[in-house]
Every structure is written in structure tokens, then in C-alpha cells.
């Protein structure tokens, strides 16, 4: 059961999809399937993002329907019976009477029945929204269902003639987010950010990647959230130049940098940290450079994240000083205007400043509004993650520069004044960093 988001918060966020909703419509959201592993062990069970934004109810084989004016209400959930024999071997069931109960649904039926009774919630409503096209299955048995209602054509039946993607409408109530989930995701951030103190405090006695992504794992779970937002990055070396390196198994080497992207989630809501630092708690001078170059290019992009400006300022503020750094350090040549023009810096900064932060890491919701890049608001949550990568292979910059690979993330959530920084607990500064590794 949910903790930190009332349960009251999620009949608000179907009545505001509802709100959203054209007249005589109809939307289905389907709950994540359980998915195998290997043989006949499964996966741990992730619900879907959007089923839990608007039921909070953590099982599979459920379906939330919302029906805009239904008189017996408009939310209502199939979901699995009660079963005390099967309740033995896998655990507690909530059952239709307690969906109703404990999660506000106003109208709950056994997932055993969806056959028999959607196809008649779905007559004579004109437009259904579904998650169209996100998973195959679902699409068939959407059309399963259509299809009994036009094999009655005859009889008088009126089936859906349209079908409209959910997600438009859902994704961008999810990407405004309220105080309670920015306390979550807050709560995410701190839980984070103590992990990476701890794998920093770690790193020193040496070891592989694999040492310090145990510690992320158990400052994690010694907070109650069971899994990682997205898997642990922990890039040693020229690994660090790996944008998704996952392997984490290689040795700790004296006189590298090691890069720890990882963040938890915590009740289905993410945190996406990076550090990068010192193997032996102390930056050798080009370390020192360009690690420099990129905090000071992650400072600019937060000063940039305010409701005056849009999407792409933060990025374009990272930019400008990332540039002008890799330029004064001489390992691009030209103006910075020319270079940002050119794209010459693509082959040490190759992605994005960030993206948006919430059930999901990279988060839903549109970065561009009519073709224009969307405006920040309070309430937003994003990533502030610039980075430089000096390829190992890249013969055309001095050898000294050559596989040292930089990211600093933060999460931040956009206010009225600016933005609020949720991961400064873990440090950043060179000197904060050598002497938390020191002590
Ligand atoms: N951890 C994935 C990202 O930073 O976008
Ligand atoms: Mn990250
Ligand atoms: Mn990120």
C-alpha cells in the first residue's frame, strides 16, 4: 500500500483525466503484466506508471476504466479476487471490495468478468482512449472487446469509431507535479544522494565497480526503496566514457575518476544522481581541468532553470561554458559561436543537459509545444547533467586528456523563483569531494 501519496490524491488525478475527457468517451488503462525472468521466476513486479498515477493499486492483471457521467461512478477497476489458497503461497490480494474500499474506487469487479462486462461499459461511447500501440496484446484485446459490440451492429450496438492515444492528455497532467510527489521525489534525492556519499567514502580501499555499486544498493534498501530507478551506472577509468555502461566489473585503478550515475526509486518515483570522482581521493591536474569546466557548465544550467525561460536554456547555458572551457584548455580550436555552430564539441559532449524527473526516469510529458521549445513551470521536475568524455581513442587532443570521462547530475524541481536543487547532499566542489573521501 501507498504511503506518501494520500489515497485521496489519486481520485484527484482521475477526476481531473476525466475533466480532461471529451464527452461520451471512455479511457482504459491496463496495469503492467508480471513478466519472466528465467524458467518460472519472475521479475520483481514494477507496476505501469500510469495505471499507478491514477489507482496508486500495486497488482497485475488489473484494468482501470473511467467513464465520464456513469451513474454507478466513473472510475471503476478490475482487478484479481480474493483467494485465501492462493493468498497462502503469493501474498495478500486487495481484492474488488477492498479496491473500493482502501482505494477509492468507486465501482470494482473481478478481472475474471472484464470480458462480460466491458464490451458493455464501451457501447455507445463514440471515443476510447487507450495506451495505443504501447504494447500488442493490449491493442488485440482492445479490439477483442470492439469486436463483440459490432458482431451486434444489427441489434442496435454502437461501437467506438475512434480511438485516441491516452497519453497525451495523461502525460501532461503527470509532468506537473504536486507538493506531495515533489516530497517523494525529494525523499528519492536524499536517500540518493547518501548512497553516493557512501560508495565515495568507499572507493579509496580500492576493489571493482561492483564494491561501490553494493553500497548504492544498500544505503538504498536500508530505506525501504527496493529498487533502482533504472540500473546503476559505475564507470571507473575510460569507462566513465560509456554514456550506459552497466557492466560495473571492472578493477578501481589509483589515479582514475569513477562515475556514478544511480538513483533509487522510491513508491514508483525516481531520483537520477551523478558524482564523478577520485579513485585515490585526489584530482590529478587534468582531472581537476576539465571536471572544473563541467561544474561550473552545471551551475549555469540550474541558474538557468526558471519559469522565464524555456526547455532548452539550461542546455544552452551547459553549452556555452562547456565550450568555451574545452576551448580555453585548447582541446577545441575557434570561438566558442563557431564551435557551438559547427558542433565540434559532439565528440566530447554528445547528449542532453537533461530530461524530465518523475514516476518514470525519463519522464513523460512534451519538450516542445507547437514546434517551440515549452516554457519551464513551477512544478516541473527535471535533471541537470552536463558532461565532457575525452574518448581513449581520440587522437586528434593531447594524450593527457584521453579517456578521462565527467557527468555531474542533479535533480531539481522548477518553483516561481527558479528551481530547488533536491540531490545537494551529496558533494560536488573538488574540495568537498577530497576531503569527504579524506575523512
Ligand atoms: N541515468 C540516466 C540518465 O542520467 O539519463
Ligand atoms: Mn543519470
Ligand atoms: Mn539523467
Redesign the pocket.
Known amino acids: 500500500m501507498n504511503q506518501l501519496i494520500p489515497i485521496k490524491e489519486f481520485s484527484e488525478r482521475r477526476r481531473r483525466l476525466v475533466e480532461h475527457m471529451a464527452p461520451g468517451s471512455i479511457a482504459i488503462v491496463p496495469a503492467a503484466p508480471e513478466r519472466t525472468r528465467n524458467r518460472d521466476v519472475l521479475h520483481p513486479f514494477r507496476q505501469d506508471s500510469d495505471f499507478q498515477y491514477l489507482t496508486g493499486f500495486g497488482e497485475p492483471e488489473a484494468v482501470l476504466v473511467l467513464i465520464p457521467g456513469r451513474e454507478h461512478g466513473e472510475s471503476v477497476l478490475f482487478c484479481k479476487e480474493r483467494n485465501p489458497e492462493k493468498e497462502l503461497w503469493d501474498g495478500f490480494l486487495v481484492g474488488p471490495d477492498g479496491a473500493i474500499e482502501q482505494y477509492g474506487l468507486d465501482d470494482a469487479f473481478p478481472i475474471g468478468d472484464i470480458d462480460d462486462i466491458l464490451p458493455g461499459m464501451i457501447e455507445g461511447r463514440s471515443r476510447l482512449y487507450y495506451p495505443l500501440g504501447k504494447d500488442h496484446a493490449f491493442d488485440a484485446q482492445i479490439m477483442d472487446w470492439v469486436n463483440v459490440i459490432r458482431s451486434k451492429v444489427r441489434s442496435g450496438a454502437q461501437p467506438p469509431g475512434e480511438f485516441v492515444a491516452l497519453e497525451h492528455m495523461l502525460h501532461d497532467l503527470r509532468l506537473f507535479k504536486s507538493a506531495n510527489e515533489i516530497k517523494v521525489i525529494a525523499k528519492a534525492g536524499e536517500i540518493s544522494a547518501e548512497a553516493h556519499c557512501r560508495a565515495m567514502k568507499r572507493a579509496r580501499k580500492g576493489g571493482f565497480e561492483y564494491n561501490l555499486e553494493a553500497e548504492l544498493i544498500h544505503t538504498f534498501m536500508e530505506h525501504g526503496a527496493r529498487s533502482t530507478a ?1 540500473p546503476s ?1 559505475v564507470g571507473s577509468g575510460t569507462n566513465g566514457c560509456i554514456l550506459h555502461y552497466i557492466e560495473n566489473s571492472a578493477p578501481l585503478t589509483k589515479g582514475d575518476l569513477v562515475l556514478i ?3 533509487c526509486e522510491l513508491e514508483c518515483y525516481a531520483s ?3 558524482r564523478t570522482f577520485p579513485i585515490s581521493g585526489k584530482f590529478s591536474p587534468e582531472q581537476r581541468a576539465l571536471y572544473e569546466v563541467v561544474l561550473a557548465a552545471q551551475y549555469a544550467a540550474i541558474d538557468a532553470v526558471h519559469p522565464d525561460n524555456h526547455w532548452n536554456k539550461p542546455h544552452e547555458a551547459a553549452l556555452h561554458v562547456l565550450v568555451q572551457g574545452l576551448i580555453e584548455l585548447g582541446l577545441l580550436k575557434g570561438t566558442v559561436e563557431e564551435a557551438i555552430e559547427e558542433e565540434a564539441y559532439k565528440p566530447f559532449f554528445m547528449h542532453r543537459t537533461g530530461h524530465w524527473l518523475g514516476m518514470d ?1 525519463h519522464d513523460v510529458g512534451d519538450y516542445k509545444i507547437g514546434g517551440a521549445w515549452r516554457q519551464l513551470e513551477p512544478g516541473m521536475a527535471l ?1 541537470v ?1 552536463p558532461g565532457l568524455y575525452i574518448a581513449p581513442d581520440n587522437i586528434h587532443v593531447d594524450e593527457k586528456w584521453r579517456g578521462i570521462g565527467i ?1 555531474i ?1 542533479d535533480d531539481v524541481v522548477v518553483t516561481k523563483e527558479g528551481c530547488r536543487v533536491l540531490t545537494n547532499a551529496v558533494p560536488k566542489t573538488i574540495d568537498e569531494i577530497e576531503a569527504l573521501m579524506a575523512g
Open positions: 533504472y551506472i550515475d544511480a538513483g537520477d544522481i551523478t526516469v535533471t547533467e557527468r547530475e
